[in-house]
């Protein structure tokens, strides 16, 4: 080490580990302040400073950074995966990211806010992660109908992170699918139905999944809510995802896609205009209908893994970058 890296060395020791100010090192080596200043950014320059940053989960926020760039977002969670991975460590690591962004945000939420939760393996990856008693008593609701064959279903979900915050939960008494329109409408005579409807179009957090309408990865096929034959008559009308039990297209439109006037839950208009929707999300097959999700606007923060990320922004290049940016 010649005389300038020891001096380089020097300074940094006294910043960073010996927290001096600028002016005291200064004061010590008779230069001016401007010259540590210097010295400091000489020293980040040729490596004399390096930074070890330990994050108790690995994120790439770079790729946080990109997503929130492109897609108008509030915030972006980035798992950064490791190779051996597999998709039960990749959405609870999703999940344990979303989590601790909850854990920030809703000491934070206004007094009286209520939380809606809908349903998926990324949503009750989330909740299982959050901690029991975050200091609020908050009220949490469900924004869709029960599925009743998943043990992610909507009802379970707002019942575990309701007793978490030690506030109530609030049951939306129906099915997420029913048959025909006609047995929608029935169940929106119900007063119950009616008034969780209301409920969850007024909440001011909601946690939700991103669900695809890929054979091996469809909620709604696992639950036996629809067959592989609706599959591929949604996949020809072009849909390519769902969110909160609502079907939309590429670009987040759900013009012509009936399905939707036989779900019992809110709109996505009204998944739009609450002022903040996590989306916890992941796998391949996921990633149209996260873009489409996010070309909707139907949530402002997404929480997903770093493969994941690079398919979606991938998949948004194919396309025109306007139809990316929110206004």
């Known amino acids: 080490m010649n005389e300038r890296d020891d001096l380089l060395a020097m300074v940094a020791s006294l910043y960073y580990k010996l927290n001096q100010g600028q002016a005291e090192i200064a004061e010590r080596l008779n230069v001016s302040t401007s010259t540590v200043s210097r010295l400091l950014k000489e020293a980040w320059a040729r490596g004399v400073i390096e930074v070890q940053i330990k994050t108790p989960i690995p994120r790439d ?45 809703i000491p934070e939420l206004p007094e009286g806010s209520t939380i809606g939760v809908a349903w998926g393996t990324g949503v009750h990856a989330t909740v299982s992660a959050l901690p029991n008693n975050l200091g609020r008593h908050i009220d949490v609701v469900q924004l869709m109908g029960g599925v009743g064959a998943l043990v992610v279903d909507g009802p379970d979900l707002a019942r575990m992170v309701a007793t978490k915050l030690g506030g109530r939960h609030y049951d939306l008494h129906a099915p997420v699918l029913v048959e025909r329109p006609e047995v929608r409408d029935l169940f929106l005579t ?35 809510l629809i067959t592989r034959a609706d599959l591929a008559t949604l996949r020809a009308l072009g849909a390519v995802g ?79 970058p306007e139809r990316d940016t929110r206004a």
């Open 242 to 320: 769902e969110t909160a039990g609502r079907f939309f297209d590429a670009d987040g439109r759900t013009a012509g896609l009936e399905i939707n006037r036989r779900v019992i839950g809110i709109e996505l208009e009204d998944l739009r205009n609450i002022p903040k929707v996590i989306a916890v999300a992941r796998g391949l097959t996921k990633a149209p209908a996260i873009l489409g999700a996010l070309r909707g606007c139907y949530l402002n923060v997404l929480a997903t893994d770093n493969v994941t990320a690079c398919a979606v922004l991938a998949l948004a290049e194919e396309q025109t």
């Open 190 to 224: 119900e007063p119950t139905v009616r008034e969780g409807i209301r409920r969850a179009r007024s909440v001011q957090l909601a946690i939700t999944g991103i669900g695809s309408l890929d054979e091996r990865d469809s909620s709604f096929l696992r639950a036996g």
């Open 61 to 105: 926020f770079a790729l946080e950074m990109q997503l929130v760039a492109r897609f108008g977002l509030t915030d972006a969670l980035v798992l950064e995966a490791k190779p051996e991975s597999d998709d039960a460590s990749l959405v609870a690591g999703a999940g344990q990211l979303a989590a601790i962004y909850l854990q920030r945000i």
